[in-house]
Protein backbone atom coordinates (compact mmCIF):
# COMPACT_ATOMS: atom_id res chain seq x y z
CA UNK A 1 0.00 0.00 0.00
CA UNK A 2 1.06 3.31 -0.59
CA UNK A 3 -0.05 6.79 -1.30
CA UNK A 4 1.20 9.56 -4.31
CA UNK A 5 1.42 13.08 -3.02
CA UNK A 6 0.61 15.93 -5.79
CA UNK A 7 2.11 18.02 -5.77
CA UNK A 8 5.59 16.72 -4.55
CA UNK A 9 6.98 18.07 -1.41
CA UNK A 10 10.30 19.43 -1.09
CA UNK A 11 12.79 17.00 0.29
CA UNK A 12 14.22 19.63 2.78
CA UNK A 13 11.24 18.50 5.01
CA UNK A 14 13.06 15.32 5.21
CA UNK A 15 15.64 17.06 7.55
CA UNK A 16 19.01 15.65 7.81
CA UNK A 17 18.27 12.64 5.19
CA UNK A 18 17.54 15.42 2.50
CA UNK A 19 21.17 16.47 2.01
CA UNK A 20 22.88 12.96 1.36
CA UNK A 21 19.74 12.31 -1.48
CA UNK A 22 21.59 15.30 -3.60
CA UNK A 23 19.58 15.73 -6.51
CA UNK A 24 16.52 13.95 -5.47
CA UNK A 25 14.81 16.50 -4.31
CA UNK A 26 11.25 15.86 -4.55
CA UNK A 27 8.90 13.57 -2.46
CA UNK A 28 6.69 12.13 -4.96
CA UNK A 29 4.82 9.41 -2.19
CA UNK A 30 5.75 7.22 0.53
CA UNK A 31 4.53 3.70 1.64
CA UNK A 32 2.59 2.94 4.37
CA UNK A 33 5.77 0.30 5.62
CA UNK A 34 8.12 3.60 5.93
CA UNK A 35 9.36 3.77 2.30
CA UNK A 36 9.55 6.95 0.44
CA UNK A 37 9.64 7.44 -2.98
CA UNK A 38 11.74 10.49 -4.83
CA UNK A 39 12.21 12.16 -7.98
CA UNK A 40 14.73 14.01 -9.58
CA UNK A 41 13.06 16.87 -10.83
CA UNK A 42 15.94 17.57 -13.56
CA UNK A 43 15.83 14.10 -15.22
CA UNK A 44 12.36 13.03 -14.42
CA UNK A 45 14.30 10.00 -12.35
CA UNK A 46 12.97 8.24 -9.27
CA UNK A 47 14.25 6.70 -6.37
CA UNK A 48 12.93 5.06 -3.62
CA UNK A 49 14.16 5.18 0.07
CA UNK A 50 14.01 2.54 2.56
CA UNK A 51 14.90 4.60 5.74
CA UNK A 52 14.51 1.63 7.97
CA UNK A 53 17.28 -0.70 6.19
CA UNK A 54 20.97 -0.62 7.22
CA UNK A 55 23.32 -0.34 4.31
CA UNK A 56 22.18 0.31 0.62
CA UNK A 57 18.75 1.49 1.32
CA UNK A 58 17.88 3.08 -1.66
CA UNK A 59 17.46 2.08 -5.28
CA UNK A 60 17.17 4.03 -8.14
CA UNK A 61 14.53 3.15 -10.70
CA UNK A 62 16.05 5.83 -13.73
CA UNK A 63 13.34 7.52 -15.67
CA UNK A 64 9.85 7.74 -16.12
CA UNK A 65 7.89 10.48 -18.19
CA UNK A 66 5.35 10.74 -15.23
CA UNK A 67 5.04 9.96 -11.80
CA UNK A 68 1.97 7.91 -11.96
CA UNK A 69 3.92 5.73 -14.64
CA UNK A 70 6.66 4.85 -12.52
CA UNK A 71 4.21 3.54 -9.94
CA UNK A 72 2.24 1.45 -12.35
CA UNK A 73 5.69 0.16 -13.34
CA UNK A 74 7.47 -0.17 -10.30
CA UNK A 75 4.99 0.14 -6.97
CA UNK A 76 2.08 -2.37 -8.68
CA UNK A 77 4.85 -4.97 -10.35
CA UNK A 78 4.31 -8.00 -7.89
CA UNK A 79 8.19 -7.73 -7.63
CA UNK A 80 8.57 -4.63 -5.49
CA UNK A 81 9.34 -4.84 -1.97
CA UNK A 82 8.23 -1.94 -0.31
Known amino acids: M ?3 I ?8 LGCWSKPLG ?9 HLG ?4 KDPGK ?3 LVLHPLLSGMNA ?7 STNTFADVVLKD ?5
Do not use: H, M, N, Q
Open 2 to 4: YTL
Open 6 to 13: DPPESATR
Open 23 to 31: RYSEIVGYS
Open 35 to 38: SLFL
Open 44 to 46: SEY
Open 59 to 65: KSYGFFA
Open 78 to 82: AAFVE
